[in-house]
């Protein structure tokens, strides 16, 4: 079974710019979390899906930060226009609706993003 | 706000000795406690977790305690091995849900 894939796995762009992240989740699971971890620091909550549906997106920073999970499937974070403290890994995981609310999170690998 | 301290932020053993990272929260509604494991260039993964209703729970050389009334937990890993050299994250799920994670502790174990 495919884990969760994120894309890309590095993306270096200039300030203003726009850049999108894409996260896969596994197959079937429901629930769809981004995280960003800024260096040394921990792994601050974005928000959470459930299905297509935006469940909590407190941790969202700005009304820079879009984050959209259209038909429940993938999902995709768009950063316009990008700001230096931007840069940090952004990571989506996902889990499964039987988990629950003490279900194992299943992490990808992480998209780095450096804003110069 | 809902908030984790995770410390120390460095850790340095000997290959064979015991390491401990502790956290503290602060949401009293938190009843979950995993802890992941992230090797370099590696996706974190759950290595083991700790319901609000258990004080203790062991794996092989990893255990977990939890201390509800001080809000303390830890991670106890024994023997440790070059391999265990990697950042550990606690975090807890409180009332709202979402899990909440510490700033990691990077553990290097030294042969």
């Known amino acids: 079974e495919a884990g969760v894939t994120q894309f890309p796995s590095h993306s270096v762009i200039e300030k203003g710019q726009t850049v999108t992240l894409r996260c896969d989740p596994i197959?079937?699971?429901?629930?769809l979390y981004w995280y960003r971890r800024v260096m040394g620091k921990e792994i601050k909550f974005l928000l959470h899906f459930v299905k297509e549906s935006k469940q909590d997106e407190s941790g969202m920073p700005n009304n820079r930060f879009l984050a959209e999970r259209t038909g429940g499937t993938y999902s995709t974070l768009k950063v316009q226009p990008a700001e230096l403290e931007d840069s940090g890994v952004y990571f989506c995981a996902s889990s499964s609706r039987t988990s629950g609310n003490t279900g194992e999170l299943f992490f990808g690998e992480g998209s780095r993003l450096t804003v110069l | 706000g809902e908030n984790v301290e995770q410390h120390p932020s460095t850790l340095s053993v000997q290959e064979g000795d015991s390491a401990v990272i502790k956290c503290t929260y602060s949401d009293s509604a938190s009843n979950y406690f995993p802890w992941y494991k992230q090797e370099l260039g590696k996706r974190p993964q759950l290595i083991i977790d700790i319901r609000s209703n258990v004080g203790e729970k062991k794996d092989q050389r990893i255990a977990v305690t939890l201390n509800k009334t001080a809000k303390h937990f830890s991670l106890h890993i024994t023997e440790t091995q070059p391999e265990d050299s990697a950042v550990y994250f606690c975090a807890a799920r409180g009332g709202g849900g979402k899990l909440i994670f510490g700033q990691g502790t990077e553990l290097s174990v030294k042969p």
């Open positions: 197959s079937g699971h429901d629930n």
